[in-house]
C-alpha cells in the first residue's frame, strides 16, 4: 500500500509556544530563503544577533534572522591590491616546492590576531561574502509614534508553525491585549517573500511593518554591519501608484533592487536604509522581490517569469512547490514502529527533508548554515557538498542534486588553474568557496583533499538515478565528462609513486583535521576514496565507450594499503598515537565509500567497535553518527546503524525546527547533519531489504518507497 505522505508529513508540522533565540523558521526554494522569529516575519532582529564577535562553541545559541540567496554576495573594494599568490607558501613534496594559499592561519582568524603579512591572506578569505538582502519585520509600538519594541516578551498566547505541505508560516500572538496574525511564505521558484498581517493594531498605527539594510559584514558570526551607514546606500523610487515601489541596494561591489507591492497603508522612509509601511486597515499583504543587477554571484540568479507581486500569487507558488515535492521522489513511514526514538527519528527525517530543499537544492552549493546565517563569510566548504545534496539523488530527486552541477562547469578553468599552478594535471577542486570559484586561504582547508573525488560520486549517484533513462544517463555521461576527467587525471597525478607504491601526502590534511599536514600520509578513508573514486572515473570512460586510462589504473592497484593498528583501522599511517576527537574518519573507507576491496570488512568491524568503546563522542560532529550508520549498513548491522542515527550526544541532537545545532551561535544550525542524516538512512533502508529485512517487523517497522540503492 503506498504511504500516506501527507499524513507523514504534517503529523511533524513545526509547532512554537515559546521565545527561545536559538530556534527560528525558514521558507524558501533552494535559491532563496527568508528566515523569522516566531512572529512569521523578522521582527526582533537584535534579540536573534549573536553577542560575540569571534567564534566560541560556549557562547549561548543564538539564530540570526535573515534573508539570503544563492546569488547574493558582495566584495569590498581591495585598494591595496592583494593577490592570492601574497597568501601562499611552499611545502615540499616529492615533486618539489607546491604552493598552497595558507595564510592567515586557522587560529589567527579565530583569535582575530590577524598581523600585517597576512592581510592579503584575510581580504581574500573575508571576499566574497554572502549579503543579508534585508529585513522584513513587525513594528511593534506601545502608543502610536512611540519608539518600536525590541523586547520579545511583549508577545503574549504565542503559537508559531510551520506548515511543511505548503511552506507557509502562521503564527499568532496578542499583543496589548489585541490579537495579531502573521502568515508568510516564500515563492516556489522566485526570490521573493510575502506576508499577510491582520490585526486591529494595524489601523491604529500601534503595528506597522518595517525594512532594515546592512552593509555586509565581514565577521564570521554576524552577517550585518550596521553602523557602517556611509558606506552602502538604500533609495526608495515610489511607483505611479501608491501600492508599489522599488528600493534600490548599492553596496561595495552588488547592486539589487527591492520590488515592493502591498495591499493598503503607505511607505516612508525613516532613516538611511530603514523604511516604514503604516497600514490604513486591518489587514494589509505584502511582497517584497529580490533582483539582483550585479555583484560576485548575481549570474546564479534563477531566470524567472513575470515576477509574483501579490501575497495569494506567492503563496500559491509555495503551495505548488511543496505538494510536488512532498509527493514525488521517496518517502519514509515509521507507524507501527514501538521502538522509544522511532517518533523522533521519523520526525527528524522529515523535517531534514524540508530543510535541505529549502536551503540546500540551490544553483550553487550551499553554506553549512544555509540562508539561516552566515558561517565562514557565507562560503561553501565543498567537503560538505556531498552531505548536503548526495540524498537528493539517493530520494528519487536527482535533478535537486543536479541543479547545482552547474557551478562546478563554471568554476572548471579555475580548478584547471590551480593544478597548473601546483605542477598537477587535471582539475584541483577548492575547498572554501565562493560563486567565483576561488580558493579562500588556510592552513586547513587549502591542504584538504576529501572533495576531490565527490564529483565522481555526484555523477555515480546520477546514473543510478536514471537507471531507467538511458537517454538520460547518456546525456549525463556526456555533460560530466570533461569534468570527471580532469578530476581523475589531478587524483592521479597527486599520488607520489615511492618505490612502486603511490601514497597520498604529505603535505595532506586529512577528514579528521587535527593532524600536522606536513607529517600526515596515507589516510586510511583517502586513500579508499581515491581508489573507488579513480575505478568509477574509468567506468565513465567505458560507458563513453573508451579506453581505461593505463596510468590511473596502475595508481589504483599500487596505492599503499592502509595502515592497522592492534588489528583496527588507524587515521593516518604515521600518527604516534590514536586520537579519539573530531571525525572517526577511518570509518568512512567503508561506508561512505562503497566496497573497492582496498577495506577488510572484519577489520572495519574491529574499527567500529573500538570507535564505539574509545572515542569522545562530544566532540564529532552532525555528519559523524550518519557516517558510522553508513558504515554499520555495509557491515550488515541496520539496528546498529539506526542506533548511530539516535546515539545520544552533543552534537547529534535536533531543535523543534529540524536543525542540528554543532557551536553556540558560530553554529547555530548545521545542515551537513541533516543531508547526512536522509542519505544514511536510504543506505540502511535499501541494504535491509537486500538483505534480511529486519525492519519489516519488530520494534523498527520503516516502510519506505521510492529510495535509490546506492552504489
Known amino acids: 500500500m503506498p504511504i500516506d505522505r501527507q499524513s507523514v508529513v504534517n503529523r511533524h508540522r513545526v509547532e512554537l509556544n515559546a521565545l527561545d533565540p536559538g530556534v527560528v523558521l525558514t521558507v524558501g526554494n533552494g535559491d532563496f530563503g527568508f528566515t523569522t522569529d516566531v512572529t512569521g516575519l523578522q521582527t526582533f532582529t537584535d534579540w536573534h544577533e549573536p553577542v560575540m564577535s569571534v567564534p566560541d562553541e560556549n557562547a549561548p545559541r543564538v539564530t540570526n534572522t535573515c534573508t539570503m540567496s544563492s546569488w547574493g554576495w ?17 611545502y615540499e613534496t616529492q615533486r618539489g616546492p607546491v604552493p598552497y594559499p595558507d595564510r592567515p592561519s586557522l587560529s589567527a582568524l579565530v583569535s582575530g590576531s590577524v598581523e600585517r603579512p597576512d592581510l592579503a591572506g584575510l581580504w581574500f578569505v573575508q571576499n566574497p561574502h554572502r549579503i543579508d538582502l534585508g529585513r522584513v519585520g513587525l513594528i511593534l509600538k506601545p502608543q502610536p509614534g512611540a519608539e518600536p519594541e525590541t523586547d520579545p516578551s511583549v508577545i503574549k498566547n504565542l503559537n508559531a508553525s510551520l506548515d511543511l505541505w505548503t511552506g507557509l508560516i502562521t503564527s499568532r500572538f496578542d499583543y496589548l491585549e489585541q490579537p495579531v496574525e502573521v502568515i508568510t511564505t516564500a515563492h516556489g521558484q522566485q526570490s521573493t517573500m510575502a506576508t499577510r498581517v491582520t490585526s486591529p493594531l494595524l489601523a491604529t498605527g500601534q503595528i506597522g511593518i518595517g525594512l532594515r539594510f546592512g552593509f555586509g559584514s565581514t565577521n564570521f558570526v554576524r552577517p550585518n554591519d550596521w553602523e557602517a551607514e556611509d558606506r552602502h546606500s538604500s533609495v526608495l523610487e515610489m511607483a505611479s501608484t501608491d501600492r508599489e515601489a522599488t528600493i534600490r541596494r548599492t553596496l561595495a561591489s552588488a547592486k539589487y533592487d527591492v520590488d515592493l507591492h502591498w495591499s493598503a497603508g503607505r511607505l516612508a522612509q525613516t532613516g538611511a536604509h530603514r523604511f516604514e509601511l503604516a497600514a490604513d486597515s486591518t489587514t494589509i499583504e505584502f511582497v517584497a522581490g529580490f533582483q539582483p543587477l550585479a555583484g560576485p554571484g548575481s549570474n546564479f540568479a534563477q531566470a524567472s517569469d513575470t515576477p509574483a507581486t501579490s501575497f495569494e500569487q506567492v503563496k500559491a507558488s509555495s503551495r505548488a512547490l511543496w505538494e510536488e515535492y512532498w509527493s514525488s521522489g521517496g518517502a519514509v513511514d515509521f507507524a507501527g514502529s514501538t521502538h522509544p526514538v522511532a517518533d523522533e527519528l521519523e520526525r527528524r527525517v522529515v523535517l531534514s527533508q524540508y530543510l535541505t530543499r529549502v536551503h540546500c537544492a540551490g544553483a550553487t552549493p ?18 560538505m557538498h556531498w552531505w548536503h545534496a548526495a540524498h537528493f539523488a539517493l530520494w528519487g530527486r536527482p535533478e535537486l542534486l543536479e541543479r547545482s552541477l552547474g557551478w562546478y562547469e563554471s568554476i572548471h578553468a579555475a580548478a584547471q588553474s590551480t593544478a597548473r599552478l601546483q605542477g598537477y594535471a587535471g582539475a584541483r577542486w577548492p575547498k572554501q568557496v565562493g560563486p567565483d570559484g576561488r580558493e579562500s586561504p588556510s592552513d586547513i582547508g587549502s591542504l584538504l583533499v576529501w572533495q576531490q573525488p565527490h564529483l565522481l560520486y555526484f555523477a555515480e549517484l546520477l546514473w543510478h538515478a536514471h537507471q531507467n533513462d538511458s537517454q538520460r544517463q547518456a546525456d549525463l555521461t556526456q555533460r560530466l565528462a570533461p569534468l570527471l576527467q580532469d578530476t581523475a587525471a589531478f587524483m592521479a597525478d597527486y599520488a607520489s609513486e615511492e618505490g612502486s607504491v603511490f601514497h597520498l601526502g604529505p603535505p595532506l590534511m586529512p ?9 600526515t600520509s596515507d589516510p586510511t578513508f583517502e586513500l579508499a576514496y581515491w581508489a573507488w573514486g579513480l575505478e568509477t572515473a574509468q567506468r565513465f570512460r567505458e560507458r563513453q565507450g573508451l579506453e581505461r586510462v593505463t596510468e590511473w589504473e596502475r595508481v589504483r592497484q599500487q596505492l599503499a594499503a592502509p595502515t592497522l593498528t592492534d588489528g583496527h583501522y588507524a587515521a593516518v599511517a604515521n600518527e604516534d598515537t590514536t586520537r579519539t576527537d573530531d571525525h572517526p574518519a577511518m570509518t568512512l573507507a567503508l561506508g561512505f565509500v562503497p566496497p573497492t576491496g582496498v577495506i577488510d570488512p572484519s577489520a572495519m568491524q574491529r574499527t567500529v567497535d573500538w570507535v564505539q568503546d574509545n572515542w569522545h563522542w562530544d566532540s564529532t560532529w552532525g555528519w559523524d553518527f550518519p557516517a558510522l550508520a553508513m558504515t554499520a549498513a555495509r557491515l550488515g548491522q541496520p539496528e546498529a546503524g539506526l542506533g548511530f542515527l539516535v546515539r545520544d ?7 523543534r525546527a529540524g536543525h542540528n545545532p554543532q557551536m553556540g551561535s558560530f553554529l547555530p544550525v548545521y545542515l551537513p547533519g541533516n543531508g547526512a542524516l536522509l542519505a544514511a ?11 534480511n529485512g529486519v525492519f519489516e517487523a519488530g520494534a523498527w517497522q520503516i516502510h519506505h518507497e521510492g529510495l535509490i540503492a546506492a552504489p
Open 74 to 90: 558582495d566584495e569590498h573594494l581591495n585598494p591595496d591590491g592583494f593577490e592570492l599568490a601574497e597568501a601562499m607558501t611552499e
Open 366 to 383: 550551499p553554506q553549512e548554515t544555509g540562508f539561516v546565517t552566515n558561517s565562514w563569510l557565507g562560503k561553501f566548504h565543498l567537503e
Open 511 to 519: 577528514a579528521q583535521e587535527f593532524y600536522k599536514a606536513t607529517e
Open 649 to 655: 550526544a552533543l552534537k547529534n541532537c535536533y531543535d
Open 681 to 691: 538512512l536510504s543506505l540502511l533502508l535499501t541494504q535491509d531489504e537486500q538483505a
